[in-house]
């Protein structure tokens, strides 16, 4: 994953994404086929990219779900084969 969930958001939004955002992070959350794995992974709201090692998950789908000051913002399903 390379940030696609974030730079959706950040081009529905006018303004400097930095300027709207205060905190920022991806929750990659387990679900059917995977091993109920959950982590968060801090982002820099100064960055338009983002590169996720997923190597250490199991084969299966996840969430991965942008959250902005609290907020679940975006989500999209992550197939891992």
Do not use: P
């Amino acid at each position: 994953m390379n940030g696609k969930v974030m730079r959706s958001y950040i081009s529905s939004k006018s303004g400097d994404f930095a300027e709207q955002v205060t905190s920022a992070y991806l929750m990659v959350i387990g679900q059917y086929g995977s091993d109920g794995t959950s982590n968060n992974y801090v982002l820099d709201t100064e960055s338009t990219q983002t590169i996720l090692n997923l190597s250490g998950y199991s084969n299966g789908f996840y969430t991965v779900a942008l959250v902005c000051d609290g907020t679940i913002v975006d989500a999209k399903t992550l197939i891992k084969q």
